[in-house]
């Protein structure tokens, strides 16, 4: 579906009927200083949900994720998160909710041992959740075990993003958000780290994904956002955004 009203209700990508949503944005605007960058977007994510975020670099998708999280503080419009109102939430109130944050450029501790990055992010769940235990996390990322004394600044650009990723599953998150999360990695970790959001998918975490190889976003995903000059352009099922022939236009393809 093409956006082109301004309606900020005609934004609005429909999210699965029947499920509860994790996030509800409405109208989100955010600036740095005097650059007004965002211009009121909608976003839903519902439970279990995987959701891409695509546009050109620099289109706005790393701001509409910061602002969500309480990174971007000069912001307005209707956060809710959990059914919570979450519009001028602070980070960690944000991460407390259950929601894991995967950013551009990884988020390790370089100063701890691999072992120690894991176990400080161990949290259970809103529910009590506790599946995603240490084990599991390195069964889920053989290369980590192999790894486990070495600090974080030891590892690699693709040890380093698997550490990232386990950390935020060891916090049993209901949402995780993957910020280019395969960027300047070798082709076989890419495959892994996909495989890895394969999995995450198949567990019932709801994920929101930002990565430049629009195509696997699309295949992977339930529904997709795409944004230009932080505004939403495309909205909808991953499917119909892929096939809608204004697309690649949009990402410069
Ligand atoms: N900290 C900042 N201070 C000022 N301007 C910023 C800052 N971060 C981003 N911007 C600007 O905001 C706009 C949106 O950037 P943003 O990083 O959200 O885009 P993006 O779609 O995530 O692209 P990329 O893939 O390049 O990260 C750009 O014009 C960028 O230059």
């Not at 996390?137 to 075990?145: D, I, Q």
């Not at 505004?231 to 096939?243: C, F, N, T």
Request: glycine share 10%.
């Amino acid at each position: 579906m093409q956006l082109s009203s301004p309606s900020v209700q005609d934004r609005a990508p429909t999210p699965p009927q029947g499920r509860p949503l994790i996030v509800d944005a409405r109208a989100v605007h955010a600036w740095y200083g005097s650059s007004h960058v965002l211009h009121g977007i909608d976003l839903q994510i519902a439970r279990g949900e995987t959701v891409g975020l695509l546009g050109r670099n620099g289109m706005g998708k790393s701001t509409l994720i910061r602002t969500l999280l309480g990174h971007v503080t000069q912001r307005d419009g209707q956060i809710t998160l959990f059914g919570q109102d979450a519009s001028r939430a602070r980070p960690h109130e944000v991460a407390r909710l259950g929601v894991a944050y995967v950013p551009e450029g990884r988020g390790v501790f370089p100063n701890l041992s691999v072992r120690e990055n894991l176990v400080m992010a161990a949290r259970r769940g809103r529910d009590g959740r506790q599946d995603w235990s240490f084990e599991r996390v390195l069964e889920t990322f053989p290369r980590l075990r192999e790894r486990l004394t070495n600090l974080g600044s030891q590892l690699s650009g693709g040890e380093q993003q698997m550490l990232s990723i386990g950390r935020a599953l060891m916090t049993h998150p209901e949402l995780i958000v993957l910020d280019e999360a395969t960027e300047g990695l070798a082709p076989l970790i890419v495959a892994e780290i996909w495989r890895v959001i394969g999995d995450i998918r198949g567990s019932g975490i709801a994920t929101l994904i930002v990565d430049r190889d629009y195509r696997k976003v699309l295949a992977r995903s339930d529904r997709a956002l795409v944004l230009q000059k932080g505004q939403a352009v495309l909205a909808g099922p991953s499917a119909e955004v892929a096939a809608d022939p204004t697309l690649p236009s949009y990402l410069g393809v």
